[in-house]
Structure formats: structure tokens, C-alpha cells
Nanobody
Framework: QVQLVESGGSSVHTGGSLRLSCAASGFEFAWYWMYWVRQVPGKDVEWVSNINGDGQVLSYSDAVKGRFTISRDNAKKILYLQMDRLKSEDTAVYFC?????????????RGQGTQVTVSS
């Protein structure tokens, strides 16, 4: 049974930090590209960051570049997102997702999400 379980979401003040985690099970974690995406109610899902299987290829959206850091621990099967210098516009539900092949258009798996709220 495939599971992606996010945790670490919380309410923080502008400028604060959070670290999100995504625990994976039920599939070969190290074989998959992993993603963080976020969604605000009523808006489209927004890609935040992704990382390849061995953790060497990282990408970030312009909105978070320089403030967020994605990483993974393949031994523990956990994906992380370190979020620093948070802004109010980072408020969203954050999801982790997995894709076996980068070129695929759809995610193979996605978690249930964790709420991040940033307020002044």
C-alpha cells in the first residue's frame, strides 16, 4: 500500500521557518522524482520544488528560490522541505508527490497535505 504522509505544517509569523516532512512507504522511494506542490483554496496547484532520485538534481519555483530547500533521505524514505523567510503568500496546503519518470505529466502518488499558514 503506497503512502505519502506529510507533516510539519503549522502557523508561523512572517519571516519564520518551518520544515516539512513527507514519509513514504509502499514503493521504491529512491527510484522516484519527488515533488512539493502547494494549493490555496480556489486556485490551481502550484509547483514548488522537485528533486531526483539520488538528490543531485534540484529545482525550485521562482517564488521560493533562495528561501526553500528540498532534500531527501532515501534510507529513511523521507522527503523534506526547509522553508525559511516565510511570507504570507506561502500560506497554502503543501503536498508531496512522486513521479517515476520526470517526463510523465501526472504524479504517480500524492499525499494528503499539510497546512502552512503565515501571518504577520
Amino acid at each position: 500500500q503506497v503512502q505519502l504522509v506529510e507533516s510539519g505544517g503549522s502557523s508561523v509569523h512572517t519571516g519564520g521557518s518551518l520544515r516539512l516532512s513527507c514519509a513514504a512507504s509502499g514503493f521504491e522511494f529512491a527510484w522516484y522524482w519527488m515533488y512539493w506542490v502547494r494549493q490555496v483554496p480556489g486556485k490551481d496547484v502550484e509547483w514548488v520544488s522537485n528533486i531526483n532520485g539520488d538528490g543531485q538534481v534540484l529545482s525550485y519555483s521562482d517564488a521560493v528560490k533562495g528561501r526553500f530547500t528540498i532534500s531527501r533521505d532515501n534510507a529513511k524514505k523521507i522527503l523534506y522541505l526547509q522553508m525559511d523567510r516565510l511570507k504570507s503568500e506561502d500560506t497554502a496546503v503543501y503536498f508531496c508527490a512522486a513521479k517515476r519518470y520526470y517526463v510523465n505529466s501526472d504524479y504517480d502518488y500524492r499525499g494528503q497535505g499539510t497546512q502552512v499558514t503565515v501571518s504577520s
